[in-house]
Nanobody, 117 residues
Framework: QVQLVESGGGLVQPGGSLRLSCAASGFAFKDFAMNWYRQVPEKEREFVAGMIYNGRWSNYADSVKGRFTVSRDNDKNVLYLQMDDLRVDDTALYFC??????????WGRGTQVTVSS
């Protein structure tokens, strides 16, 4: 059974940091590109950061460049998102996604990040 389980969300003050994790199981994690998305109520889900299957290339939304860092551990089947200098408008439900160019796409259920003073 395919599972993507996000964790590490919570409440943090502006300027603070959080590290999200996405634990994968039930599929060949090392063969999939992995991405982080986020969503706030009544808005579309938006791309945050992504990394190709072997970790050699990543990309970021302009709004998080220089503050967020995506990484993966293909031995442990885990995707990470280090989030620094958090802002109020980073508040959202954060999801991880696994995808292949000609294969299936899997989503986790999300972890809530709230940035507030």
């Amino acid at each position: 059974q395919v599972q993507l389980v996000e964790s590490g969300g919570g409440l943090v003050q502006p300027g603070g940091s959080l590290r999200l994790s996405c634990a994968a199981s039930g599929f060949a994690f090392k063969d999939f590109a992995m991405n982080w998305y986020r969503q706030v109520p009544e808005k579309e889900r938006e791309f945050v950061a992504g990394m190709i299957y072997n970790g050699r290339w990543s990309n970021y939304a302009d709004s998080v460049k220089g503050r967020f860092t995506v990484s993966r551990d293909n031995d442990k089947n885990v995707l990470y998102l280090q989030m620094d200098d958090l802002r109020v408008d980073d508040t959202a439900l954060y999801f991880c996604r696994a995808s292949k160019p000609t294969g299936p796409t899997y989503w986790g259920r999300g972890t809530q990040v709230t940035v507030s003073s």
